[in-house]
């Protein structure tokens, strides 16, 4: 199939009914959410994603913002002059 029809190449393994299946369950899981919410007061709970392979799980995440940008340079110059880049 893929020497033939390469654009149908991704369609010809499980990877690609697996990635609609995922987003399937997510679209099913903001809709429950929402439901519920309707009928209460409260706001709306963020649904919980089905696990894409690959994707970092465990991401970390630093600050609550942008840095502003006088802050920026001076990390950059900070970093550079570290590496023996400046």
């Known amino acids: ?3 033939v029809r390469p654009e149908l190449s991704e369609w010809s393994t499980t990877l690609k009914t ?4 995922a987003d399937i369950f997510d679209m099913l899981a903001i809709i429950n959410s929402n ?8 706001k709306a709970k963020k649904p919980k ?3 894409r392979p690959g ?11 942008a840095l502003p940008p006088d802050e920026l340079r001076k990390w950059i110059e900070e970093k550079r002059r570290a590496h023996g880049n400046g």
């Open 49 to 51: 994603f089905y696990p």
């Open 1 to 3: 199939m893929r020497e």
């Open 35 to 42: 439901l519920i919410a309707v009928g209460s007061k409260k």
């Open 55 to 65: 994707a970092k799980q465990n991401e970390q995440h630093f600050g609550s913002g």
């Open 18 to 21: 697996n990635e609609i299946l």
